[in-house]
C-alpha cells in the first residue's frame, strides 16, 4: 500500500486565503491586524524564520512589524520593548523569535508578552487554557497538525495516538490537543523502553523530536496516519523528518512529507492566530 499525502501547502493556500478574507473584513470595520515580530541577534535560521513570517502577513492582509536588535541587547531593553508593543493597539500579536541570546531568560520574555497578544501559544496562560479548555491561543505546530488531520476526515475519537516528543512547543500541547478531540493518547520520548510496541499499536503517529529516520516502517501500523514534525538534514544537506518517508509511505494510509507538510501549516496557523486576535480586540472596542 502506498500512503496518501497530506499536502501542507495545498491546506496553506486555502486557511490563508480565509485569513485575507477575515483581514479585509476587519480593515472595512477600520482595523489592520498587526503582527509585531522581534528578532534578536544574526541565527541564519531565525533570519530565513522571521522573512518567511513577515512575507506571509504582508501577503494575506496583515500589517507586520519587524523589529531587529543586535545580540548585545539587554534583557531589560527586550522587556521594555515588548511592554511598549504590549500597549500598542495597531499591535495584536506579538512574536519573539526564539532562541535568543544567552544573556537573555527567554521564559521571562515570553511571560512578559500579554496573553492576548500570545500568538505563539507559548505563554503560561496559554498552555493553562489548552489545559482546561478555555479559550487562549494554541502553538502553531501541533495547531497545524490538528488542522491536516481535520482535512483528511481523521475522526480521533477512541483512536489511539502515540506523539513521539514532550517539548513544551510541539509534544505536550499536541497531546492535549488529540486528547480534547477524545482520542487515547500515548505520550513518548527519550526514556521510552521500546517505542515500536507503543507506535506499532498507533493509528495516529506524531512524531517530533529532531531525529532522522526516527520512525520506520517496522514500527507503523497498517493504514495508520503519520504525521512528521521534525526537520533535519541529510548527508547530501537535504532536508527531510523524523520518519524514514520512503520506508513509512508503503505502510501507513496517510503520510505528511518533508517538505511541504507541517512546516508551512507552522506560519499559516500563526496567521490564523493573529486574526483571531485582532478580532478579539475589535470585538472588545
Same mark, same amino acid.
Given at each position: 500500500?502506498?500512503?496518501?499525502? $497530506? ?9 490563508? =486565503? ?52 543586535? &545580540? ?18 495597531? $499591535? ?17 520574555? $515570553? ?68 486528547? &480534547?478531540?477524545? &482520542? ?6 527519550? =526514556? ?16 517530533? /523530536? ?32 523524523? /520518519? ?30 493573529? $486574526?483571531?486576535?485582532?478580532?478579539? &480586540?475589535?470585538?472588545?472596542?
Amino acid at each position: 500500500m502506498t500512503a496518501q499525502l $497530506i499536502d501542507g501547502n495545498a491546506l496553506s493556500r486555502t486557511l490563508r =486565503a480565509e485569513v485575507a478574507t477575515r483581514a479585509a473584513a476587519l480593515e472595512a470595520r477600520g482595523v489592520v491586524p498587526g503582527l509585531a515580530v522581534v528578532l534578536v541577534g544574526e541565527n541564519p535560521a531565525s533570519q530565513v524564520y522571521v522573512r518567511n513570517k513577515v512575507k506571509a502577513c504582508e501577503d494575506n492582509g496583515l500589517h507586520s512589524v519587524l523589529e531587529k536588535y543586535p &545580540a548585545e541587547l539587554s534583557e531589560a531593553e527586550l522587556l521594555a520593548r515588548v511592554d511598549a508593543l504590549n500597549k500598542d493597539p495597531a $499591535i495584536h500579536g506579538i512574536l519573539v523569535q526564539l532562541p535568543l541570546p544567552p544573556h537573555i531568560d527567554a521564559h521571562k520574555v $515570553i511571560e512578559a508578552i500579554a496573553p492576548a497578544k500570545d500568538v505563539d501559544g507559548f505563554h503560561v496562560a496559554s498552555a493553562g487554557a489548552l489545559m482546561t479548555g478555555s479559550p487562549g491561543f494554541w502553538p502553531c505546530t501541533p495547531y497545524g497538525c490538528m488542522k491536516m488531520l481535520e482535512s483528511i476526515g481523521c475522526e480521533l475519537r477512541g483512536k489511539h495516538a502515540v506523539v513521539i516528543g514532550r517539548s513544551n512547543i510541539v509534544g505536550k500541547p499536541m497531546a492535549l490537543m488529540l486528547l &480534547a478531540k477524545n &482520542a487515547t493518547v500515548t505520550i513518548c520520548h527519550s =526514556a521510552t523502553p521500546d517505542l515500536g510496541a507503543f507506535t506499532r499499536q498507533a493509528d495516529v503517529v506524531v512524531a517530533a /523530536v529532531g531525529k532522522r529516520n526516527m520512525l520506520t516502517a517496522d514500527m507503523v501500523k497498517p493504514g495508520a496516519v503519520v504525521i512528521d514534525v521534525g526537520m533535519n538534514r541529510n548527508e547530501e544537506g537535504k532536508l527531510c523528518g523524523d /520518519v524514514d518517508f520512503a520506508g513509512v509511505c508503503e505502510v501507513a494510509g496517510w503520510i505528511t512529507p518533508v517538505p511541504g507538510g507541517v512546516g508551512p501549516m507552522t506560519i499559516t496557523m500563526l496567521l490564523v492566530n493573529t $486574526i483571531e486576535a485582532a478580532e478579539r &480586540a475589535a470585538g472588545a472596542t
